[in-house]
């Protein structure tokens, strides 16, 4: 059993910078991908970011591309997503995700554990 926080969300103008944690507890960090998806109000949830386990394969939704950065400090059982250059159609709530497979998934199903979720706003 994987417990997931996420933290770091918040209110930030266009153009803005936010930087989200979420830190793992319970069975080894290490040992799962992690991902990033957001969902905004009345859409479907969606992809972000993901890394697998030791940092080798980075993906990336193209809408972020450029502007975010998924890392992992597995010494400290935490994934990050540093967003930069906000824009409005970036507000959702942004939850984490663990898959205990070697590749990161862009697919929500594959995940086995969720974080509760925090809410990125971003206005003009």
């Known amino acids: 059993q994987v417990q997931l926080v996420e933290s770091g969300g918040g209110l930030v103008q266009a153009g803005g910078s936010l930087t989200l944690s979420c830190v793992a507890s319970?069975?080894?960090?290490?040992?799962?991908?992690m991902g990033w998806f957001r969902q905004a109000p009345g859409k479907e949830r969606e992809f972000v970011a993901a890394?697998?386990?030791?940092?080798?394969?980075?993906t990336y939704t193209d809408s972020v591309k450029g502007r975010f950065t998924i890392a992992r400090d597995n010494a400290k059982n935490t994934v990050y997503l540093q967003m930069m250059s906000l824009k409005l159609e970036d507000t959702a709530a942004y939850y984490c995700?663990?898959?205990?497979?070697?590749?990161?998934?862009?697919?929500?199903?594959?995940?086995?554990?969720w974080g509760q979720g925090t809410q990125v706003t971003v206005s003009s």
């Open positions: 319970g069975r080894a960090f290490n040992k799962y991908s």
């Open positions: 995700a663990a898959d205990n497979t070697p590749w990161p998934s862009e697919q929500d199903s594959t995940y086995d554990y």
């Open positions: 890394i697998s386990r030791y940092n080798s394969i980075i």
